[in-house]
Each structure stands twice: as structure tokens, then as C-alpha cells.
T-cell receptor, first 114, second 119 residues
Framework: SQTIHQWPATLVQPVGSPLSLECTVE??????LYWYRQAAGRGLQLLFY??????ISSEVPQNLSASRPQDRQFILSSKKLLLSDSGFYLC?????????????FGEGSRLTVL | AQKVTQAQTEISVVEKEDVTLDCVYE???????LFWYKQPPSGELVFLIR??????QNEISGRYSWNFQKSTSSFNFTITASQVVDSAVYFC????????????????FGAGTRLAVHP
């Protein structure tokens, strides 16, 4: 069966520090991968998606970047965090080639920038 | 542009009550998909249902039922005889069919409805 894991689960970082959130998927090949952010009391906003290794598309201009160094690994990064980067970050995957398939989400990473 | 509106920010009910969560969507596409996800306190989103725009049949799964009405652009979710374990944030989402190579699923989420079921 397929599983998705992301870490760390909780992170408290000072403004201006770097960020690295990691997500891995197991039990499937060539998944589509996504990073979403959920701000407090708000819906989920798509930040990045990837349909293959090295292929990253950004949905909104921001202080964050994403990379996909391996087929089932998706990393969310920042060189210098801003207060506005605080939120709950969710990684997700979907079956490649099925544009109508559901997304499967990880456990989430809660980032607090102080 | 696509948009999903969940007007109910929070709902509080007593166990065994029925509760309906509203979802209204906007899209210009004729082919689209609608989803409901549940986010329990643990944070992980759990997929509940997917509906395509050509299937307006209502669906029932145990205590859960969904009412899809294209005429009003609504996809409402009803929990019958609610239980404390149903307490969560529920998200409605919309996806338009993308024909990219490999396909990807761009879900537009509503703001969510927080449901609290009290014993």
C-alpha cells in the first residue's frame, strides 16, 4: 500500500532562518506531488506541484521554493523565513496520469516563525 | 475563475443530531470534479468522496450522504446521527480536468467548516 510521510511535524524557527521540510512517498512510482499551505482558519492554498523529477511548478509568488531530487521525494525550502510563512504545510500525492484522481495527504508540518 | 465557498465557518451540534455542511462552487468548465475531505485534529486530510460533473446522483455511505445539484452549483454533505468522532474540519474542493501530459490534480479548496459534535 502507498504511504506518505513528511517531517518534521513541528518546527519553530526565527525570522531570517532557513527552512527545509521533507516529504516522501512509498509504494508507488512517478507520483504527482504537491505542497499546500493552510493558514490559521483558512483553506488550503496550493504552493507547488511536480509531475516528475526536477519538474516544479509554482502557483503563487512567495518566499518559498520546492525541489524534487528523487522520484518520491519532495522538499519545501526557504533561505530566509518571514513571519508570514507561519502555517500548516501539507504534502500530497496523486496517481500520475489521472488528472481527476484524489489527493492523498501527509500528516502535515506546523511551522511557527517568531 | 474557480471558487469554492463554504459559508459555515463553525457548526456545533449535539450527538445524534443530523447536520448538513454546505458547499457552493463556481467554474466555467463543463467537466469538473468535486471532493470532500475531512481533517481531524491530527491534521491529516482524509479523502471522503469524489464526484464528477456528469453524475448528479446522490450518494450515501453509511451515515454520510452527499447532494450534488448542478442547477444551484452546490455539493452539500450531510452526516446523519452525528457522533463525537465526526468532530473535524471538513473541506469541499473543486478540480477542473487538466489535459497535461501525466495529468495533475489542481484542487481548489474552500475555507472549511469546523464541526463540533458534543456528547
Amino acid at each position: 500500500s502507498q504511504t506518505i510521510h513528511q517531517w518534521p511535524a513541528t518546527l519553530v524557527q526565527p525570522v531570517g532562518s532557513p527552512l527545509s521540510l521533507e516529504c516522501t512517498v512509498e509504494g508507488t512510482s512517478n507520483p504527482n506531488l504537491y505542497w499546500y499551505r493552510q493558514a490559521a482558519g483558512r483553506g488550503l492554498q496550493l504552493l507547488f506541484y511536480s509531475v516528475g523529477i526536477g519538474q516544479i511548478s509554482s502557483e503563487v509568488p512567495q518566499n518559498l521554493s520546492a525541489s524534487r531530487p528523487q522520484d518520491r521525494q519532495f522538499i519545501l525550502s526557504s533561505k530566509k523565513l518571514l513571519l508570514s510563512d507561519s502555517g500548516f504545510y501539507l504534502c500530497a500525492w496523486s496517481v500520475s496520469g489521472r488528472a481527476t484522481g484524489e489527493l492523498f495527504f501527509g500528516e502535515g508540518s506546523r511551522l511557527t516563525v517568531l | 475563475a474557480q471558487k469554492v465557498t463554504q459559508a459555515q465557518t463553525e457548526i456545533s451540534v449535539v450527538e445524534k443530531e443530523d447536520v448538513t455542511l454546505d458547499c457552493v462552487y463556481e467554474t466555467r468548465d463543463t467537466t469538473y470534479y468535486l471532493f470532500w475531505y475531512k481533517q481531524p485534529p491530527s491534521g491529516e486530510l482524509v479523502f471522503l468522496i469524489r464526484r464528477n460533473s456528469f453524475d448528479e446522483q446522490n450518494e450515501i455511505s453509511g451515515r454520510y450522504s452527499w447532494n450534488f445539484q448542478k442547477s444551484t452549483s452546490s455539493f452539500n454533505f450531510t452526516i446523519t446521527a452525528s457522533q463525537v468522532v465526526d468532530s473535524a474540519v471538513y473541506f469541499c474542493a473543486l478540480s477542473e480536468e487538466y489535459m497535461f501530459s501525466g495529468g495533475y490534480n489542481k484542487l481548489i479548496f474552500g475555507a472549511g467548516t469546523r464541526l463540533a459534535v458534543h456528547p
